[in-house]
């Protein structure tokens, strides 16, 4: 009798066309157009980055982990900032454990200087960090790598990327290339707080996401909060669209529409009201400024218009 192996699952397949990423993305709870299908299906089919743009709070870094959960894949995530390295973001040697390589083979006297120096740059002491790690697949496939807010980072750093994104390889003079055996998928992400370099554009297939037309707003909270009453949510998008048209140091994001509801529901609230609006902008806009030029009067009519709105049926 055969001895009995433990059953492999295999991961899920990369989509064959737009409609099956479409779906792949409704398994994941992202609520996506036909336009945002189309450039993600051609990204991993191309094993191509996917270079995401947008106002903060769209649904961005969103994509990234429901590929990661729906694929099957580990999540890597890069979260950018100013002064971020290749220390931080690629590798560094574990310089405490060389340290006392060295000490112990002087102790011991059993290697020349070539052969110590040889040996204490090997991968063992290396340490890797996303951008290295996301090069090594794992058993369920190449990881997904989230490079998050690529404008928060350098120039230089942006430039450092362009080897990793065209070639899926790193070099380091140490050790020499390391190249991917299977490209991860990449998404990389951008608030736009400054341009991209085109370079690094080019090596992506590139797509903006904008705030979400009423319907599909409406549609997410019906997949992101399916407890909340109809007439709640609806009121509750009319008023984050209205919101929208206003001259706001920042416009709330379908995360804070998401986060509003969320709060509303835990407040037993089945429609707005002045009150409540007044009491919880702070949960829908981020800024004193914002808060103090929409509360009162005009959240007052902004109101008046969705319950006008909402009773004609818009959405």
């Not at 340490?127 to 490079?147: F, H, M, N």
């Not at 797509?207 to 909340?228: C, F, M, N, Q």
Request: charged residues 30%.
């Amino acid at each position: 009798m055969a001895d009995s192996q433990p059953a492999v699952l295999a991961a899920p397949a990369i989509p064959d066309s737009v409609d099956e990423t479409h779906e792949l993305l409704a398994r994941g709870r992202y609520v996506a157009d036909r336009s945002l299908a189309t450039v993600l299906y051609l990204a991993l089919k191309r094993q191509r980055p996917l270079f995401l743009e947008g106002e903060a709070g769209v649904g961005k870094t969103e994509i990234a982990k429901v590929l990661a959960e729906v694929l099957g894949r580990r999540l890597l995530r890069l979260q950018c900032y100013e002064g971020l390295d290749v220390s931080s973001a690629v590798y560094e040697w574990n310089y405490p454990r060389q340290m006392v390589e060295i000490r112990i083979a002087e102790a011991a006297g059993d290697r020349d200087r070539e052969t110590l120096a040889s040996d204490i740059f090997d991968q063992k002491f290396l340490i890797e960090r996303p951008l290295l790690q996301a090069l090594r697949p794992g058993l369920e496939g190449a990881p997904v790598l989230l490079i998050d807010e690529i404008d928060r980072s350098d120039e230089p750093f942006e430039a450092y990327l362009l080897e990793i994104l065209s070639d899926y390889q790193i070099t380091i003079p140490e050790l020499g290339t390391i190249k991917a055996p299977e490209p991860p998928i990449v998404v990389v992400t951008s608030n736009r707080t400054r341009e991209i370099h085109d370079a690094l554009k080019r090596r992506c297939f590139y797509h903006w996401l904008d705030y979400p037309s009423a319907e599909r707003e409406l549609e997410i909270l019906r997949v992101k909060a399916p407890g909340t009453p109809e007439n709640l949510s609806r009121e509750v998008v009319l008023f984050v669209q209205e919101l929208r048209q206003m001259d706001l140091f920042k416009l709330p994001g379908i995360a804070e529409t998401i986060d509003w509801v969320d709060a509303l529901t835990q407040l037993d609230k089945i429609a707005l009201d002045p009150e409540t609006v007044d009491s919880t902008l702070g949960v829908l806009l981020k800024y004193q400024d914002d808060i103090a030029k929409t509360h009162g009067s005009e959240a007052a009519r902004i109101l008046d218009e969705v319950k006008r709105a909402a009773a004609g049926g818009g959405s």
